[in-house]
């Protein structure tokens, strides 16, 4: 997702660091014409955007501490990665620490839309940080949404939570009914061609529930990372105190999945713990 991101970055005319914990891993942005660091504070320093992309909070958390002899007063930090409820208070403190203009802005969208600009971000920051994001959100998204001016609150991340939850549930449904067909006997493709332009039809289904079809399951949105949103998902429905069986069962499917070594696949790999039950 960071790569797709730089790019899409590189491609708007912006000049782009990159910095990441594996150095190798970054190397192919410089291709791209990003200028690829191998210490942190040099990728921030005197930059009007710091922009984090990574798995967790703590990994966030790590770079932008990593990167904090290089920060400066004034710059306005991105935060796209998702991280949950709880880490976004935290996150917002260090950037006030550090007197960065924090907008909490966790993206939707998978590897394709990073690479090609049309990710959907949801944001929360200050009014006044809005036009110097403007080319950054312009190269990266197809729709930005601003929910608020108070990054610290959460808003854009709790929203990012509810829509997750969507997005696992609909995975989960479509490997169900993937392998129901396919143990009734019946062209696994059979039961998305017919809900095909209905009510019950949606171009995520369809994409999730082709894939599992045909066996590929190349990563898009990782089943390692479906699995820690699963946990970020059920745990602000606990302490927010309300039930969320569904939830907590997909959560829990999803970390089988990776346990079971597909934690670098697609999320659809879900779909390869089904079994037949006889009796």
Known sequence: MGAGMARSLLRA????????????R???????????????????????????MLADATAVRGAMDAAAPGLSAGQVWLQTSTVGIEPIGALAEFAAKHGLRFVDSPVSGTRQPAETGNL?????????????LAPVLDAISAKTIWLGDDGAHGTA?????????????????????VSLSEALGLDPTLFTRTIAGGLLDSAFLQMKAGAMAKGDFTANFSAEMAAKDGRLIVQAGQDAGVDLPMAAAIAERMARTVEAGHGDKDMAATYLLARRVDG
Do not use: Y
């Open 120 to 132: 959907l971000v949801l944001a929360a920051g200050a009014a006044d940080v809005r036009e110097p």
């Open 157 to 177: 991340t709790r929203l990012k939570l509810v829509i997750n939850s969507l997005v696992l549930a609909t995975t989960e449904a479509a490997a169900e009914a």
């Open 13 to 24: 005319g912006l000049e782009v660091r990159a910095w990441n914990r594996t150095i190798a």
């Open 26 to 52: 970054a190397q192919s942005l410089a291709e791209s014409g990003a200028r690829v660091e191998a210490d942190a504070a040099d990728a921030v320093r005197g930059a009007d955007v710091v922009l984090t």
